[in-house]
């Protein structure tokens, strides 16, 4: 059972424009939601997470989107760079009891020059 | 600096053999997990320990096994390798209190012929 489910599979973007990832979760338990960044022959690393008492959570060009009531959550980048190109995974967790991360599939971004 | 480590970094073995994943870490975390990657399925657990001789069974650990015999190791053991393991495998530590960032290894990439 899939817990957490990740759209699109990959994404190609254009330097400078918005890359938009999509999870949808339906553990209403989770109350931590991250977003790991992994780079070729690398392991994945933190990039950016949000609790559900916010809407939106912003870090420099990476914004996380959450809705709640809809149990989805989204990572959008601005201005996109090549160097931006890697896989994405959401991730969502019950905070304090389990501490385990429920992965999302990944998505596999590349931004052309 | 604090880091962790796996080795080897890469395997190749042969089918129903015995198999052990290294994974060491310096940053003192009670938390330890052991993933495997594959395409279309994002990152799965496979068995976590939440301290010394603290062991449990992940989503996919049929023919796997871990043990936790100090706080900063935590091997893989496949007992008898199948194609079907063939993956990239990833070592991940996370502090036992808050428990919500987990620091990844580089992977393990594994080939059972």
């Known amino acids: 059972q899939q817990q957490v489910k990740q759209s699109p599979q990959s994404l190609i973007v254009q330097k400078g424009g918005i890359s938009i990832i999509n999870c949808a979760y339906e553990?209403?338990?989770?109350?931590?939601f991250p977003w790991y960044q992994q780079f070729p022959g690398k392991g994945p690393a933190l990039l950016i997470a949000?609790?559900?008492?916010?809407s939106e959570k912003k870090e420099g060009r990476f914004t996380i989107s959450f809705n709640k009531s809809a149990k989805q959550f989204s990572l959008h980048i601005m201005d996109s760079q090549p160097g931006d190109s890697a896989t994405y995974f959401c991730?969502?967790?019950?905070?304090?009891?389990?501490?385990?991360?429920?992965f999302g599939s990944g998505t596999q971004l590349t931004v052309l020059p | 600096d604090a880091e962790i480590t796996q080795s080897p970094r890469h395997k190749i073995t042969e089918t129903g053999r015995q198999v052990t994943l290294a994974c060491h870490q310096t940053?003192?975390?009670?938390?330890m997990f052991w993933y495997r990657q594959d395409l279309g399925h994002g990152l799965r657990l496979i068995h976590y320990?939440?301290?010394?001789?603290?062991?449990n069974k992940g989503e996919v650990s049929d023919g796997y096994s871990v043990s936790r015999s100090n706080t900063e190791d935590l091997p893989l053991t496949l007992e008898s390798a199948a194609s079907s393991q063939t993956s990239v495998y990833f070592c991940?530590?996370?502090?036992?209190?808050?428990?919500?960032?987990?620091?990844f290894g580089p992977g393990t990439r594994l080939l059972v012929l």
């Open positions: 991730a969502a967790l019950v905070s304090g009891s389990a501490r385990q991360l429920t």
């Open positions: 553990n209403t338990a989770f109350d931590y």
């Open positions: 940053w003192n975390h009670n938390n």
């Open positions: 949000i609790r559900p008492d916010v």
């Open positions: 320990s939440y301290g010394v001789q603290d062991t």
């Open positions: 991940a530590s996370s502090e036992s209190r808050v428990g919500e960032t987990q620091y």
